[in-house]
């Protein structure tokens, strides 16, 4: 069945650090979300990418899905504190959302 | 605050027993997704829901059910309680059944004992 794998499933950096998780499908997606979670709080809405090798970025986060539509990754550049929590991607297809098992970060000062 | 509730926060019940949990979407969604999240696990998607009709099902038990009401709000019912249930369960609302972001709610927590 339709399968998304994220990984790391954990990563600790040095505050200034770069950060990367990516997210792999089984199948094509029709589209690809990225939320963020902090620690005990509930999932936030980051951003959405519909189109092949589309990328985004938001400040400091960069965005991009793959040409197949099968794989996406965030990349954070010189972290900070407050980038702390877990980051999951949810890829959409045949009306379901499918997570991924989300990346931990942890951003040492 | 994303605009979406959810009722109890916390609940603690037995083995064996049904409970019964609460969403309101965000004014103006039609959408209702429900979610477990196991401990430091990921999120399981249940089931969707979008303007009283069921549209989705994901890894959701035969022990589990839910519906949509006329004014929107949603309810996940969960029966024959096992330990293996407790878990954070969340709510989230879109504006749409489609490729909409979803807004979550702060989730009710389920303990089995």
């Known amino acids: 069945g339709q399968q998304v794998m994220q990984i790391p499933q954990y990563q600790h950096v040095q505050e200034g650090e770069d950060f990367t998780t990516y997210c792999n499908s089984s199948t094509t997606l029709s589209n690809i979300q990225w939320y963020k979670q902090r620690p005990g709080g509930h999932p936030v809405f980051l951003i959405q990418?519909?189109?092949?090798?589309e990328v985004k970025k938001q400040k400091r986060l960069t965005f991009q899905f793959g040409e197949a539509k099968k794989n996406s990754s965030l990349h954070i550049t010189a972290t900070q504190t407050t980038d702390v929590g877990t980051y999951f991607c949810?890829?959409?297809?045949?009306?379901?959302?499918?997570f991924g098992s989300g990346t931990k970060l942890n951003v040492k000062p | 605050d994303s605009g979406v509730t959810q009722t109890p926060k916390h609940l603690i019940t037995a083995t064996g027993q049904r409970v019964t949990l609460r969403c309101s979407p965000r004014s103006g969604d039609l959408s209702v997704y429900w979610y477990q999240q196991s401990l430091d696990q990921g999120l399981q998607f249940l089931i969707q829901y979008y303007n009283g009709e069921e549209r989705a099902k994901g890894n959701i038990l035969e022990r589990f059910s839910a519906q949509q009401f006329p004014d929107l709000h949603s309810e996940l019912n969960l029966s024959s309680l096992e330990l293996g249930d407790s878990a954070l369960y969340f709510c989230?609302?879109?504006?749409?059944?489609?490729?909409?972001?979803?807004?979550f709610g702060p989730g009710t927590r389920l303990t089995v004992t």
């Open positions: 989230a609302s879109s504006v749409s059944g489609q490729t909409y972001e979803q807004y």
């Open positions: 949810a890829g959409f297809n045949f009306n379901k959302f499918y």
């Open positions: 990418l519909v189109k092949s090798g």
